[in-house]
């Protein structure tokens, strides 16, 4: 069945530094979403990517999908306090109403 | 409204008992979800409903049982449950039939059973 690796599983950094995850599907995803949920608290919906090497971005937060669609990269830049909580990729094959998320990745930062 | 409002926010329940959880949204989503969070673990799928219908099933135990009375509302009904069943229980829905654009998720119910 489909799975989606996530890596790093914990990522603990200094504020102002940059931070990536990366994911990585055994199939070819029709769509990849990143999540956040905070400690305590439940995913909220960042954004989707849709076509090959797609790269969104939104303030600090740098998006890619992979020419081949079955990877995909968050990465912030200049970390601050408020970005810590779990980061999920989530991707989904086509035609299929079921989103796989990936373990997640664990993100603390040092004030 | 772009809420989905999920009730009680915690139970504890026996093992015996029989409960229901609660899960409503007003953004005119015609999919909604049920899934299952474990401490430090993603989200797994539970059940999917598209247009009020049971779409997927990942082979959940029967002790839970889904009901969505119309596209607004999706219970999950809850009886003779197992210790391994607490964790957290997340609802969501999205705007299409195909998850292009997002779930909203609700705050979810915390389930202890005891």
């Known amino acids: 069945g489909q799975q989606v690796m996530q890596i790093p599983q914990y990522q603990h950094v200094q504020e102002g530094e940059d931070f990536t995850t990366y994911c990585n599907s055994s199939?070819?995803?029709?769509?990849i979403q990143w999540y956040k949920q905070r400690p305590g608290g439940h995913p909220v919906f960042l954004i989707q990517?849709?076509?090959?090497?797609e790269v969104k971005k939104q303030k600090r937060l740098t998006f890619q999908f992979g020419e081949a669609k079955k990877n995909s990269s968050l990465h912030i830049t200049a970390t601050q306090t408020t970005d810590v909580g779990t980061y999920f990729c989530?991707?989904?094959?086509?035609?299929?109403?079921?989103?796989?998320f990936g373990k997640g990745t664990k993100l603390t930062v040092n004030p | 409204d772009t809420e989905v409002t999920q009730t009680p926010k915690h139970l504890v329940m026996g093992m015996t008992n029989k409960k229901s959880l609660k899960c409503e949204q007003h953004?005119?989503?015609?999919?909604m979800y049920w899934y299952k969070q474990k401490a430090k673990k993603p989200p797994e799928l539970m059940f999917v409903?598209?247009?009020?219908?049971?779409?997927i099933n990942e082979s959940v135990p029967s002790r839970f049982s889904p009901e969505c009375p119309n596209s607004s509302l999706l219970n999950l009904h809850l009886h003779a449950l197992q210790p391994e069943d607490s964790a957290l229980y997340l609802c969501?829905?999205?705007?299409?039939?195909?998850?292009?654009?997002?779930?909203?998720f609700g705050s979810g119910t915390r389930l202890t059973v005891v």
């Open positions: 409903y598209s247009y009020e219908k049971l779409s």
């Open positions: 199939t070819t995803l029709s769509n």
């Open positions: 969501a829905s999205s705007q299409v039939l195909r998850p292009d654009y997002g779930y909203t």
């Open positions: 953004m005119g989503h015609r999919a």
């Open positions: 990517l849709v076509k090959s090497g």
């Open positions: 989530a991707g989904a094959q086509g035609g299929s109403e079921k989103l796989v």
